[in-house]
């Protein structure tokens, strides 16, 4: 599919949606419309139906797919299902980034999945970063109301201009508004998709206590659904496939209404568990982007720090190993 082709697809799809983001309209697309492997060799296996893919992490690697194209803002999709059992150091991620463009200054929108011991459940964590702040680290972390090991589950991002929000099975969990003092450790550069498994043995499960047991390999990640709808910039001249009516659509459709952001409350009220808005041992002033909710600030305070990893920037050989950017345990 050409560029100018994709462009108007999507002014198309995305007029008429401004009224409630209708995430069932949305096309998905075949794996090879969109998506190109990005390491793992016989680890990532395409589906006979060119919609599902089946990524891998045993002893020789882990694997992963990025997209063909590069975006600058958009919707971007897929229901993953979770490897089961014992899963501590695993690590699956659903991500965008332009660290192959921008080393020293690169942006990020995250999905991680933490895989846990027998018995205790995945954990999901986002995180945002632009133009380089990974010291600072913009992490939350929630339990689930399912099992994401028992079937597929729809996990979303929508990045505008102004908003960024993820979505689990179509509803809401968290919501970043763009502040002016926020600068640009907002996203703004145009970023690809990608989605890995990986060894993350080093931090990901109690703070590296518990990792990767190839025991239990292979570890098997499934995705499916995939939506990749966003505004695609032209590689050559850097032109974004979002002008005038489509980028407004995109910014009026990351307005939550108001049954989503009740569903998002409720949502965070049962199932969030860290917040960097509520941790003091890090942030001694809360940033600018953060709202306090009293309620969540009794419950979440953080009188430990939590360890944390970050999604490497080479993914050539799978047994990635990521630096902590602070020290400290996390409870399971």
């Not at 893919?53 to 958009?74: A, C, K, P």
Request: with cysteine.
């Amino acid at each position: 599919m050409g560029f100018l082709t994709r462009f108007l697809v999507f002014v198309s799809l995305f007029t008429g949606l401004v009224s409630g983001f209708a995430l069932q309209r949305l096309p998905l697309i075949q794996f090879d419309e969109g998506y190109t492997q990005l390491f793992g060799d016989q680890n990532l296996i395409v589906h006979r139906d060119g919609k599902s893919v089946r990524l891998t992490l045993d002893e020789r690697t882990g694997s992963g797919f990025v997209s063909n194209d590069i975006y600058l803002h958009g919707f971007f999709s897929s229901s993953i299902k979770l490897p089961a059992d014992y899963s501590a150091g695993v690590v699956i991620a659903f991500y965008m980034s332009n660290g192959d463009m921008y080393e020293k200054n690169h942006d990020e929108i995250d999905f991680e999945f933490l895989g846990n011991i027998r018995g205790k459940e995945w954990r999901i964590q986002t995180n945002i970063y632009g133009n380089g702040s990974t010291h600072l680290g913009r992490e939350e972390r929630y339990n689930l109301w399912f099992d994401p090991t028992e079937d597929f589950h729809r996990y979303s991002v929508l990045w505008s201009h102004s908003h960024i929000i993820f979505y689990v099975d179509d509803v809401p969990i968290r919501e970043v508004k763009r502040t002016a003092t926020m600068g640009g450790d907002f996203p703004a550069k145009p970023m690809s998709l990608y989605a890995t498994i990986w060894d993350g043995s080093k931090w990901a499960t109690n703070g590296g206590k518990y990792g990767v047991n190839y025991k239990y390999a292979p570890y098997i990640a499934q995705f499916t659904d995939l939506i990749l709808h966003g505004c695609a910039v032209d590689p050559t001249d850097k032109i974004s496939s979002c002008e005038d009516g489509a980028a407004k659509n995109l910014r009026v459709a990351s307005e939550i209404t108001m049954s989503e952001r009740n569903k998002m409350k409720s949502f965070r009220r049962k199932h969030l568990t860290y917040s960097y808005c509520y941790d003091h041992t890090r942030y001694k002033v809360v940033l600018s982007e953060c709202v306090v909710n009293p309620e969540e600030a009794k419950r979440l305070r953080v009188y430990d720090p939590v360890t944390f990893g970050g999604i490497p920037h080479r993914h050539r050989h799978g047994k990635h190993r990521s630096k902590s950017r602070f020290d400290g345990s996390e409870s399971i």
